[in-house]
């Protein structure tokens, strides 16, 4: 019995045991609330040290609160903001970047959920007209919500376009500890070093409790940011545990670990499956999520005991997610089963 | 040496070890994220258990985050939602509920936080007319943030004068916990039969690490509130760990012994203190709060040792919150010092 | 000398004599302000007898004023807006509707402004999904920004598909009078008749100087619009003065004298330019509107003579508009002046 | 017989003979839309010349319109706003400046509507604190909702406070021209002169049809004001006829000659009045407006004769307003009528 594991969403997994000692640790005696304590001055050092000394770094609660809060920061309610089709902000978000912002989001279909120059060009017009919305942003999500990933170089061609327009470039990176593993690259090289002005920087995906940091690479966005984080119901009053989650994961390199591990586990379940005759992987499996077309009626069977999620219907195309605490043996409990229901 | 413990808010206080043994009971294996879990599921079934079958529940991160979305619940952006000057909602939230409900506060000053059937009727007025914010809510905080309580009767008196008017009322429960022990009174008595119809009650003040819930006694309130809890980014993906901390609260009256013990620590600090000549206390002491009007004088002294926040820098008045961890060896410690400085 | 007649828009004429008269006419003596005076009831009753008795009529001043408030009464801010690429509300208000209403616009490319039920069908999927904006309304624009037209049973086509599935259907309407016309169809077909929820019912562009009118088909929808109209900055005091223009566009008939006449002069031009070598007529010419290719070195100097928008600059493809005052001697000039450019 | 007239307000008065002679005037052939035409420059460069070359100078449809987009240009989401509790902004607006701005209304009661330093003093606490919303803008009205003026020092005295402490300062002049009237001064020194930053510049209770300007005086809050209007729905598209309207109040002191008419109406109602025994005038009469307590049982009886609103119901208080078209006569009218009922 699996025990309901499965591969629905890297957020369905547990908090990893490091984590939670830190947590344990940390919870003595009194510290000044909202994060004038040492354990978040500590964190606040430790990501700096990993993105560069420039960095202002703030704790939010949620993914969406990150991309919010970050994407306000960095506009005017008059501002439009450049996204892919398939990322979170426009999907998943239940419009809290339009209601929060007021921008608007203008979106390209993309084939791998990348965005390009090119797809972004397109929406370069209409500046200093005031029917339009103002071009403001760029957000793109490293590693992408189809599992795949920017090189630093393809990051750089963006955010260059987009900084020689006056925009500025936002990475969702609710995986981009998944993303640099990938690529092999330090945190800093596919952010700070490639033009990235605002970071959401990802950690309940990647084995923390709850939390995530909005990093500013450009600190002049970053003035007012404590009034729009607590205007947004952001600032947590015990900011020591969030700190203290954040302090973990980069102790000891835990967040590049647990996402080698996860993408590892992809990469496994991905090779497997695809050498079973019915499956094939309609995306780079460069993460930790594999994508793959499977016959439509095997699908409910299968998710009575891996529960996973339907990607596109009409496609019969299923979304696998893997995570830090997902085994070799999960994998081959999973494609047991496939190749079970598929002889 | 006190290590840094002191008198400023009960959310410098920990998390109490019942709590931290819940979360790390939890974290084992995958579950569905989002709320769609057994241990949300019995959580909220223990909070029915207190407040009744018919409460709708929704756990959000913080207590500004159940305030606003609460109000926004219940209210169009043309309503004004009244409450007292000193409210939370109004002094200590950044305009969150302005800006996330469109909504006008309209305060009523009070001698000790609570509002009066009597200060709410000033703003009963302007129905039907489309030039003026039409009354929507009466917002009252309990225990207040004056460390006073309402009855019973006091908040039942307000809820029917405000539900005859076809107004709704909330209540800003952080410290209901609190309320209730003071009272000798169930939580349901000073909610749902008193007539709320919408409360926040509060987690993180009384021992939890993070973690709120709102809850609704007028079920069709509730309606689109999933949508307005992610829209406005308090919808927790790893949904267990704040379940897992209520179930705890919940469990065995942990809610009741923690806020007994802080309200007890307070009545024990307002004792002692009241005996030194030089300190006058300013309000009721019902709760876990004191105010006291001290020499300025030895204020910045004090606060070296046992930080805590000036109330009124004019009136030198002071406000020291006790919490589930306050000891009396931390009230003797801090009254010793008290006297020694106004010896 | 043209005297700066062009054909940039319909809103660069000025105000029909007729309805100059009417504001002469009632600049007399006393009335009660914000639309409790004769005049305003007047104006309303005539639109019922245009639109039917079950209407709600309320008047605001600009086209996006229309919109936006039309759409918010109509809306949660969790909605999303189905509309097409090119139409008003999401090509040129700036953003409003998002700002204000808070919702997700999500568009759809269409060769000729039109949308279709397949075109909506796309975006008909979470439902009910807390994550995604929630399919809210269907917005159509009559006549398009393409100067094309929906017939009747298209336009039931789509609102019985958006009604099937709990959605309303918006009509920007800023130029309906001209589809009107163009159909030979009453204002009701195309509105009440066809399904219609909304209109946002133009008067600007057919010769009045100001004001737009806001109808609601649905009664239950305009329930507490007094509010989202003055909230929304849209009440006029002196409103007898935008109720008399309207009282005049209906009287005899005038909106569609103005409308027919206006779609005859670009019937015109497109017949008289598209018999120019080189001149090549790019969409329908079903109203007032007409989109031709030209070579783009003769731009510029056109325009110093007949002002006018150049629409896709890369297709080097104008825009023409044509107005209730333009005059076949205009026609006449500027396709002579053409033909001149062309030799 | 009064023919509807009386004091219910001076915009249920119609539009001023000169101002609809302009109107007429501007009717003829095309301009270019949205401000981009002579008249718009020409009315521009009058209002300059009464205020001053620096400032900038946009034209809106309203009252509401006008302060709520002026103060949108001042502010951040996490400001307040300190105003008098018997403010446009606060009464009658229906929370528009709250929704649109997000801010947070802080009043202060007043005997006579008039704010001063110690008024705005209270609420100068809490700056650089991210839970409490950091002031931002005083505002002030000339002359007040009570009738009442400011003394060019008097405005002086706030604004140099306010500027003192990072705060700018707007005025709400709906009825600013009544002001300068009843001072003997002109515009530019109760607004320029005084250290006003943002001025409403009202026209439509001046004798104008529609149309208010928004005036900076300090150019950089401007910077992104077409935006802030176009978003905001009160970009007009035949701008022409506001450009007149405002072109026609400044042409031989038509501002002047109106608002000291209004005002001279007001002196003679208020001068008759308190002559009747019955009859006592509450507030100083400064400009256009009356305020005066009456026996209760004859107000429904006058108003059916000359409407007019109650201004407090408990202290049977009445509200009179006069304005450029009142005559002598109507006051005769009243007054006697006043005499009769009071015998």
Same mark, same amino acid.
């Given at each position: ?11 369905? =997994? ?18 000044? =609330? ?26 939010? $609660? %949620?993914? /969406? ?9 960095? /506009? ?30 203008? /979106? ?39 599992? /795949?990933?920017? %090189? ?11 900084? @020689? ?56 966005? =970053? ?11 952001? !600032? ?19 967040? !590049?670990?647990?996402? =080698? ?29 594999? $994508? ?30 893997? @995570? ?20």
């Amino acid at each position: 019995m699996n025990k309901g594991r499965g591969f629905a969403s890297d957020n369905n =997994s547990g908090v990893h045991p490091a984590v939670m000692d830190a947590l344990n640790r940390v919870n003595e005696g009194h510290v000044i =609330s909202y994060g004038d304590d040492p354990y978040t001055g500590a964190a606040i050092k430790k990501i700096k040290k990993e993105f560069g000394d420039n960095v202002e770094v703030f704790f939010v $609660f %949620t993914g /969406t609160g990150a991309n919010v809060l970050g994407l306000r920061a960095a /506009t005017e309610s008059w501002n439009s903001v450049i996204c892919a089709e398939t990322s979170h902000i426009h999907c998943d978000e239940c419009g809290a970047p339009e209601f929060f912002t007021g921008c608007k989001l203008l /979106t390209a279909a993309t084939p791998d959920g990348k965005l390009t120059v090119d797809m972004v060009r397109r929406y370069m017009h209409g500046f200093d007209f005031e029917h339009h919305s103002q071009p403001g942003v760029v957000s793109i999500t490293q590693a992408t919500e189809m599992g /795949t990933v920017y %090189t630093p170089a393809e990051i750089r061609k963006i955010s260059d376009y987009a900084h @020689s327009l006056g925009l500025l470039v936002h990475l969702d990176g609710a995986r981009i500890c998944n993303a640099a593993a990938s690529l092999d690259v330090s945190l800093r090289a596919i952010t700070a070093d490639a033009g990235i002005d605002i970071l959401s920087f990802g950690g309940t995906k990647n084995g923390l409790m709850y939390g995530e940091a909005i990093l500013f690479f450009n600190p002049s966005l =970053s003035r007012n940011f404590k009034y729009i984080r607590k205007q947004g119901m952001q !600032l947590a009053s015990k900011m020591r545990y969030i700190a203290a989650q954040f302090d973990a994961l980069l102790a000891g390199e835990l967040w !590049l670990k647990n996402a =080698s591990h996860a993408n590892a586990m992809a990469r496994m379940l991905a090779d497997k499956a695809s050498a079973i005759p019915g499956i094939e992987i309609t995306q780079k499996v460069q993460v930790n999520g594999v $994508f793959a077309r499977i016959p439509p009626e095997i699908i409910a069977e299968l998710q009575k005991e891996f529960f996973f999620y339907i990607w596109n219907e009409e496609a019969s195309e299923v979304r696998w997610m893997t @995570s830090w605490d997902t085994t070799a043996d999960d994998i081959a409990a999973f494609t047991d089963l496939l190749k079970n229901k598929l002889k």
